[in-house]
């Protein structure tokens, strides 16, 4: 039974890392692309895709810092008892 219920916290986890992946193209689409190519070609010109590479590589920083520092309130929740650490 332990075996079942930790194939589905997996196959959970798996598809919650799937779908922050899918949110985080979106948004870098979203808001890099937008930003950064104002007149879609058929190509990209060396000035926008500098800036797409900025933004993308800023972007990303961003989500994995507010990711680990949202896991970490979880834990401290789930650590203590008290759901999602007074989130």
Same mark, same amino acid.
């Not at 948004?27 to 993308?56: D, I, Q, W």
């Given at each position: 039974?332990?075996?079942? &219920?930790? +194939?589905?916290?997996?196959?959970?986890?798996?598809?919650?890392?799937?779908?922050? +992946?899918?949110?985080? %193209?979106? &948004?870098?689409?979203?808001?890099?692309?937008?930003?950064? %190519?104002?007149?879609?070609? #058929?190509?990209? !010109?060396? @000035?926008? !895709? #500098?800036? *797409? #590479? $900025?933004?993308?590589?800023? *972007?990303? +920083? $961003?989500?994995?810092?507010?990711?680990?520092? *949202?896991? =970490?309130? %979880?834990?401290?929740?789930? @650590?203590? =008892? @008290?759901?999602? =650490?007074?989130?």
């Amino acid at each position: 039974m332990a075996d079942a &219920k930790t +194939a589905i916290m997996d196959q959970v986890r798996q598809q919650a890392a799937l779908q922050n +992946a899918r949110q985080l %193209v979106e &948004k870098l689409n979203e808001h890099c692309f937008e930003r950064c %190519v104002p007149k879609p070609g #058929t190509s990209l !010109s060396s @000035g926008e !895709s #500098t800036c *797409y #590479t $900025a933004c993308m590589e800023k *972007y990303m +920083a $961003a989500w994995n810092t507010v990711s680990r520092q *949202y896991l =970490g309130h %979880v834990q401290k929740g789930v @650590g203590s =008892g @008290g759901g999602f =650490g007074g989130i």
